[in-house]
């Protein structure tokens, strides 16, 4: 039983770059977050899925996109990477909207 | 918008000694969860308050829920180094809503 599970744990990229972060669940949750976390900000919430099917803009959604692949998995990408994307981001989920979290390991991006 | 602060940002006491840290919202919660994240860490549920007024214990931690549903204390009583890292309060002002998480406090403790 993993929880949740994010790769890559560490990237870097170049302005300009895409890329996606994979998040993956195996606790039969309805609900998946994607947060990021800078120094002296706590977490705020970019994306998040309700329910599969479901996806809803959070506090900081602009630059970013998300996919809810199917219930275990949660993705978010990219498009176009800028330095002020360079911070921790995390994945988490939880049986539904506002339950308990659980969060993925974290992923350190950095954008050059 | 949800406005959700913590005192204090940072704390550093001697082991031993005890810790408090409060979170306070502008508005009426419905509910307020606790969670710590060690060091290089990820953040890990602590505890959930309801009712106005709770208070929950777990082992040398006490959580409170205050009286008007718009702040909340976390009590750390005799700290040990593994108590080190830090404590965010996450925020719903009505049911069905997300978490809006406090900027956290940043416990050191000094062996």
């Known amino acids: 039983n993993a929880g949740v599970t994010q790769t890559p744990k560490f990237q870097v990229l170049k302005t300009g770059q895409s890329m996606t972060l994979q998040c993956a669940q195996d606790m039969n949750h309805n609900s998946m977050y994607w947060y990021r976390q800078d120094p002296g900000m706590g977490l705020r919430l970019i994306y998040y899925s309700a329910s599969e099917g479901t996806t809803d803009k959070g506090e900081v959604p602009n630059g970013y996109n998300v996919s809810r692949l199917n219930k275990r998995e949660f993705s978010l990408r990219l498009e176009s990477a800028a330095p002020s994307q360079t911070s921790v981001y995390f994945c988490?989920?939880?049986?539904?909207?506002?339950?308990?979290?659980?969060f993925g390991s974290g992923t350190q991006l950095s954008v050059l | 918008g949800q406005q959700v602060m913590q005192i204090p940002q940072y704390q550093h006491v001697q082991e031993g000694e005890d810790f408090t840290t409060y979170c306070n919202s502008s508005?009426?919660?419905?509910?307020i969860q606790w969670y710590k994240q060690r060091p290089g860490g990820h953040p890990v549920f602590l505890i959930q308050?309801?009712?106005?007024?709770e208070v929950k214990k777990q082992k040398r931690l006490t959580f409170q829920f205050g009286e008007a549903k718009k702040n909340s204390s976390l009590h750390i009583t005799a700290t040990q180094t593994t108590d080190v890292g830090t404590y965010f309060c996450?925020?719903?002002?009505?049911?069905?809503?997300?978490?809006?998480f406090g900027p956290g406090t940043r416990l050191s403790v000094l062996p």
């Open positions: 996450a925020v719903i002002a009505r049911p069905g809503q997300n978490f809006v």
């Open positions: 508005t009426t919660l419905s509910n």
């Open positions: 988490a989920s939880g049986f539904a909207l506002g339950e308990k979290l659980f």
């Open positions: 308050l309801v009712k106005s007024g």
